[in-house]
């Protein structure tokens, strides 16, 4: 299985709710990744778990809340968003072997809009 | 963060004719990868060139770098239909540091 899933696929959600994204793997990876990608822009890091644990942050506004309940799931909780937050997001995990990465899988993303 | 950059950002070319991509970098490296990805949805992984490494060839892709100029170049060969899509180069840092840093990508147009 060299799968990353990601639900939902689409989520359209006010600005007062709270929703949240869904990233697992199941290829034993010990790297996992949130990115979010705007419109013909390339993604930018948002969160990086490595052994479960929160190893960079790159100063993403408290509205996002990532959570890694064990090695196969990443979760991306979001509250108050704004309507620039609309995006895709991108879960991805990679190996890291001899402390050197390997390559990153993507899921499909879930296509955020706030409105 | 480290960002590869990639240069031209748009190609458009006819079926069959190669595609070549350009990507550089600023500081060191662990390895450059290159990613695809098709109508905004997932990237996914085409191949990843180690800093020890100079060139590497995976079916019609072949990847060059050349780490004294911080730059690597993708081709891709008797392109396809296919094969339209936004490629993007990144850099992973080194050892202990698994930040993958993405460069602003290229789109390609392939014409049947």
């Known amino acids: 299985d060299t799968e990353v899933t990601q639900t939902p696929k689409h989520l359209v959600m006010g600005m007062t709710n709270k929703k949240s994204l869904k990233c697992e793997q199941h290829?034993?990876?010990?790297?996992m990744y949130w990115y979010k990608q705007k419109a013909k822009k390339p993604p930018e890091l948002m969160f990086v778990y490595s052994y479960e644990k929160l190893s960079i942050n790159e100063s993403v506004p408290s509205r996002f809340s990532p959570e890694c309940p064990n090695s196969s799931l990443l979760n991306l909780h979001l509250h108050a968003l704004q309507p620039e937050d609309s995006a895709l997001y991108l879960c991805a995990s990679s190996q890291g072997v001899g402390g050197r990465w390997t390559e990153a899988f993507f899921g499909q993303g879930t296509r955020l809009t706030v409105v | 963060s480290q960002q590869g950059e990639e240069d031209p950002q748009a190609l458009s070319i006819q079926e069959g004719e190669n595609a070549t991509m350009n990507c550089s970098y600023k500081t060191s490296i662990n390895n450059l990868q290159w990613y695809r990805q098709n109508s905004g949805r997932g990237l996914v992984h085409l191949i990843l060139i180690r800093s020890n490494e100079r060139e590497k060839h995976s079916g019609r892709l072949r990847v060059t770098l050349d780490t004294s100029k911080k730059s690597s170049s993708l081709l891709i060969t008797a392109s396809r239909a296919a094969d339209t899509a936004s490629y993007f180069c990144?850099?992973?840092?080194?050892?202990?540091?698994?930040?993958?840093?993405f460069g602003k990508g290229n789109q390609v147009v392939v014409i049947p």
């Open positions: 290829m034993g990876h010990r790297a």
């Open positions: 990144a850099t992973a840092s080194y050892y202990g540091n698994n930040r993958l840093a």
